[in-house]
């Protein structure tokens, strides 16, 4: 029995590996260089299949070796870039500088969105006192599955101004969202800083995905702090672009791991930071917000229900979106 058991978890290696490589080859390749390759990918397994029935484990396993060797340097040769046709909601990657207190801010998106395609692009710069910073929101919006959803985080400040970061996937102008492309290297990550007035209403009004906010329990001092840890990241990426992945690379992995630089002892790895649907309910638990609120009533009292606020005046947007019922 143990034979076969340790038989069939070799069959399982071999059939794993093919489908890795397979799908990697299908992201990355198109057309008929990608049928070839594929192709080949094949033959060479169905060697090591062959190797394998005829008791040539060795064999079958050093092929097997080979292929992975091979297809590892494929891949290590394949890097990312901030040089590509862009599509124009992420054709700018926010950066910044902070002196004295203030943090000017570069290519902050300030989009009029009448539709999806149609809008009127706008990249803007703008200042903002850290000492003033009053309001930290967590953003989530929703779109299909109810486990998963999108992450945004939003500053707010004494003069009315709020600021959202959003981690995002970098897609050139003919590519669409794929959640394999997300696991091989199909995209970029960007940090894209906002108007709420675009990035909310954009999720709410436009596309009609369920947002909800949630106002985050943290000292000024701590939003300071997590607004710097954002600003280096944007600075960082603008020189040394990295690819998006699915899992480990995300609109809400990335700010958990900002967030535990801060403070690495209160953010501990949960299963919600990847069903990142059910993150409300980790920042609950670990004190964040809905304090004193059942999850229920937590939930129900952060969902925003559309259409939101009038988005010509950002600074009235955002104080909409806070006194709206």
């Known amino acids: 029995m143990l034979a076969g058991v340790w038989s069939g978890f070799q069959a399982l290696i071999i059939l794993g590996v093919l489908a890795i490589?397979?799908?990697?080859?299908?992201?990355?390749?198109?057309?008929?260089?990608?049928?070839a390759a594929q192709a080949a990918v094949l033959i060479c397994g169905f060697g090591v299949a062959l190797c394998w029935h005829l008791g040539q484990g060795r064999v079958a396993f050093g092929l097997l070796a080979l292929m992975l060797a091979v297809g590892a340097v494929w891949w290590l040769t394949i890097r990312p870039s901030n040089n590509r046709d862009w599509a124009d909601e992420v054709a700018h990657g926010v950066t910044g500088a902070e002196a004295d207190g203030w943090v000017q801010l570069s290519n902050v998106r300030n989009f009029q969105w009448k539709t999806r395609e149609d809008y009127v692009p706008a990249w803007e710069t703008r200042r903002y006192n850290l000492a003033g910073l009053n309001r930290l929101d967590i953003f989530t919006s929703a779109w299909g599955n109810p486990g998963?959803?999108?992450?945004?985080?939003?500053f707010g400040f004494e003069d009315g101004q709020h600021v959202v970061f959003s981690t995002e996937i970098r897609r050139e102008k003919t590519e669409k969202f794929s959640i394999l492309g997300g696991f091989f290297k199909q995209f970029?990550?960007?940090?894209?800083?906002?108007?709420e007035s675009d990035i909310i209403r954009l999720r709410t009004d436009i596309r009609g995905e369920q947002v909800s906010m949630f106002q985050l329990d943290v000292p000024p001092a701590v939003m300071a702090d997590a607004f710097r840890n954002f600003l280096a990241l944007g600075n960082d990426l603008a020189e040394s672009p990295r690819f998006y992945n699915t899992l480990?690379?995300?609109?809400?992995?990335?700010?958990?791991?900002?967030?535990r630089e801060i403070a690495p002892g209160n953010v501990p790895l949960d299963w919600r930071v990847v069903l990142s649907g059910h993150f409300p309910a980790y920042m609950q638990d670990i004190g964040l917000t809905g304090q004193g609120q059942s999850r229920d009533d937590m939930l129900a009292w952060a969902r925003l229900r559309g259409p939101g606020p009038a988005a010509e005046d950002p600074l009235a947007y955002s104080a909409g979106l806070r006194t709206s019922p």
């Open 21 to 35: 490589l397979l799908a990697a080859l299908h992201v990355q390749l198109q057309g008929s260089v990608r049928l």
């Open 248 to 259: 480990t690379n995300n609109c809400t992995t990335i700010p958990w791991r900002l967030a």
């Open 188 to 195: 970029e990550v960007v940090l894209v800083a906002a108007e």
């Open 148 to 154: 998963i959803a999108h992450l945004m985080v939003s």
